[in-house]
């Protein structure tokens, strides 16, 4: 489903979508109230035909829970049209300040159109901050950063993606609302372009400033599996991915986008009908750690690691995926360690330590005893006087060592100018002589034939025979100067 953008649409860059599918499950049974997580006893594999579908008979209007083993970004409740929340969940959009909610002209007259909408908070989505989104006449909300047409691929906020064509009636309309805590953007009355008579489909999505994600459906004529997908992707859920740039060798100054989905969330379709609401709790991710020791020792559902290069937390699939991997994060996270920086720091002041303690043993062992602790440094705070004393302690031989191998410093150096040298020279000699090879009439060419004629001979006498002949030397393949040979036609 190909989708046209009002605003910052851009053909410059070659974008292909890819889909990495990791494997989902879904929880049956609500879980305990005391334990939101879910336990993998109680879980069972989706289906591969018809993932995110189960049959009537498994559906009830009791809440429950769906989350992912692999990469817990979100869980989500249900609610059915009994329970209290779906109407508590359900914002009613003329009860608001008028100045604030806004009728999308555009979106409320075309089909299969997109416009960007700017939020005035940082929303969280799957730990990134967002600050401006992508609003779709398909029942669904676009967060990638890369706008490209195929829109319903990935990255999506989707409360009902569908075929909707707003432009078929003058009742259907997207409106949205920012209150500064929470953006608002409701389909209202929309129809299905190739399912007009089945009636008009109402619903919303929120995103609040802390994360959490709310769908609410008011208005749902049709059973959401009968929808048809042959022009247009169903999906209900969420989705995230991360873009790669790939540099096109046959064609300069062009690079090819490609779009990865590293996780998706994909919600129970037999659960929505009219007066129906799921609500999605955002759970803690490895972006939110902004320290080394904090992102070693979170307890989360992710293997969190920190990268010193990025000065950055991640579990090595999120946004950032290309920058983690350029910046080689994996190969440096195998140590799994905070301890890189602090170990430079401490060897640079032990150095420093150990010349000052060389220079003092030159004086008498009193003064050097005495004046040892009142001229420590103090200029790392994350080291205190009693771990840089005894530090100092064994750093007899340490600085012995740097000693001897500073001596041997200039040894070295002058052994790797000299084989320079050498290889410089052995690289003229070998320029020299093929330059002579293939000019052979230049000044240094005549210079070795005048000099050393008997090898380079022009034509040597064949003896033996009553009459002169002459036989080349010249080695086959080469051109004669003075001559031109031509084919017979």
Not at 146 to 174: C, E, G, K
Request: hydrophobic share 35%.
């Amino acid at each position: 489903a190909a989708y046209s953008v009002l605003q910052g649409w851009s053909q410059d860059d070659v974008v292909t979508v890819e889909l990495l599918r990791r494997r989902r499950w879904l929880l049956l049974e609500p879980p305990p109230m005391e334990n939101n997580k879910a336990s993998q006893d109680s879980l069972k594999p989706e289906s591969q035909d018809s993932p995110g579908i189960l049959a009537d008979d498994d559906a009830d209007n009791s809440s429950q829970i769906m989350e992912d083993t692999d990469h817990n970004y979100y869980t989500s409740k249900t609610y059915g049209p009994s329970d209290p929340m779906s109407k508590e969940l359900w914002v009613n959009i003329d009860q608001m300040d008028k100045e604030k909610v806004k009728i999308h002209g555009i979106l409320s007259n075309t089909h299969r159109q997109a416009a960007r909408v700017n939020l005035s908070f940082d929303f969280p989505f799957y730990g990134h901050l967002l600050r401006e989104i992508t609003v779709a006449t398909g029942g669904f909300i676009y967060t990638g950063d890369v706008v490209h047409r195929m829109l319903t691929a990935t990255q999506y906020i989707a409360p009902l993606m569908a075929n909707f064509d707003p432009s078929l009636s003058r009742n259907s309309t997207v409106i949205y609302f920012d209150n500064g805590t929470a953006l608002v953007v409701q389909w209202d009355h929309v129809h299905l372009q190739d399912s007009y008579n089945q009636g008009s489909f109402t619903f919303q999505a929120t995103l609040h400033s802390d994360g959490r994600i709310v769908f609410a459906y008011k208005e749902v004529p049709i059973q959401i599996a009968k929808i048809s997908s042959v022009n247009h992707p169903v999906k209900v859920g969420l989705s995230d991915a991360f873009v790669v740039v790939h540099k096109i060798q046959q064609i300069p100054n062009v690079r090819r986008k490609t779009i990865y989905e590293y996780h998706r969330v994909e919600l129970l379709k037999t659960k929505i009908a009219n007066s129906t609401a799921v609500e999605m709790l955002p759970l803690p991710t490895c972006l939110q750690f902004t320290s080394c020791t904090s992102c070693i020792a979170s307890q989360i559902n992710f293997n969190c690691s920190w990268c010193h290069r990025l000065n950055r937390c991640s579990s090595g699939f999120d946004r950032h995926r290309q920058d983690w991997v350029d910046s080689s994060c994996p190969d440096e996270t195998k140590d799994n360690t905070c301890d890189i920086i602090n170990t430079t720091n401490l060897n640079l002041l032990t150095t420093a330590s150990a010349d000052k303690m060389t220079t003092r043993n030159r004086g008498t062992t009193k003064c050097c005893s005495a004046q040892a602790p009142t001229h420590m440094p103090t200029s790392i705070p994350t080291e205190d006087d009693t771990k840089i004393a005894l530090h100092l302690k064994d750093n007899g031989a340490a600085a012995a060592k740097s000693t001897a191998e500073n001596s041997t410093h200039p040894l070295h150096m002058g052994l790797i100018l000299g084989m320079l040298l050498l290889l410089l020279i052995m690289v003229v000699i070998v320029l020299v002589t093929v330059y002579i090879y293939h000019h052979p009439s230049s000044a240094a060419g005549l210079f070795f034939i005048e000099r050393r004629p008997s090898r380079w001979p022009a034509m040597k006498f064949r003896r033996g025979s009553g009459h002169p002949a002459y036989a080349e030397v010249e080695p086959m393949g080469q051109e004669k100067e003075g001559f031109i040979e031509s084919e017979q036609c």
